[in-house]
């Protein structure tokens, strides 16, 4: 089975502009989770989708935002950037709806950085 | 905020010796997950262990857990070179009207460094 996969790798941005980032879990899998990572504040929770409903967020400003569609691909957009949204920012899937069973698996990572 | 918190920040030992990392915890989970990182890269998945148990292997893995203590710790024995990463706990916690809070919240890591 093909892991998580998260396009693009890399991406630099200028401060203002927004991004978009996306997310394939593995197949089969309905729940799609994203982190930021950065060096000051570790890894992070944004916000998680089941079934296209966000079920939970983090504490972010409402610039970042989320959806997910019908095949449970997930798409991740920041709007205004600022110098502190460099980070690398990873998705990770699983298989059902969380509890004791419940594997995370994490994409290699969009790294953004912020210009 | 972190709900974990690794322990020590950073570890260096040489090949062969094994390597014992430290996670602790402050609310009532559904599991406890370690990962590895290679710089800078996606997280890889090593081990889950669920709230009821109390120890699990997987290969040269051993983690426990202590839900009365709040705390965990992950074994690598015989370490390696290819070792060399860090390593995160993360915790699904356990919200006060039960099922998930559908999150996995990391600590800080510990950076583990293998001696050839």
């Known amino acids: 089975k093909a892991g998580v996969t998260q396009t693009p790798r890399y991406l630099i941005k200028t401060r203002g502009q927004q991004v978009t980032l996306s997310c394939s879990p593995i197949s089969g899998h309905r729940s799609v989770s994203w982190y930021q990572q950065t060096p000051g504040q570790g890894l992070q929770f944004l916000f998680e989708y089941f079934s296209e409903t966000q079920r939970n967020k983090g504490n972010f400003p409402g610039r970042f935002s989320g959806r997910q569609f019908s095949n449970s691909r997930s798409e991740m957009n920041v709007s205004t950037l600022e110098l502190g949204d460099s980070a690398l920012y990873l998705c990770?899937?699983?298989?059902?709806?969380?509890?004791?069973?419940?594997?995370?698996?994490f994409g290699p990572g969009t790294r953004l950085t912020v210009l | 905020s972190q709900q974990g918190e690794e322990d020590p920040q950073a570890l260096s030992i040489q090949e062969g010796e094994n390597a014992t990392m430290n996670c602790s915890y402050k609310t009532s989970i559904n599991n406890l997950q370690w990962y590895r990182q290679n710089s800078g890269r996606g997280l890889v998945h090593l081990i889950l262990i669920r709230s009821n148990e109390r120890e699990k292997h997987s290969g040269r893995l051993r983690v426990t857990l202590d839900t009365s203590k709040k705390s965990s710790s992950l074994l690598i024995t015989a370490s390696r070179a290819a070792d060399t990463a860090s390593y995160f706990c993360?915790?699904?916690?356990?919200?006060?009207?039960?099922?998930?809070?559908?999150?996995?919240?990391f600590g800080k890591g510990t950076l583990l460094t293998v001696n050839p």
């Open positions: 993360a915790t699904d916690q356990l919200p006060n009207s039960g099922g998930s809070n559908y999150k996995l919240t």
């Open positions: 990770a899937s699983r298989f059902t709806s969380g509890g004791a069973l419940d594997t995370q698996y």
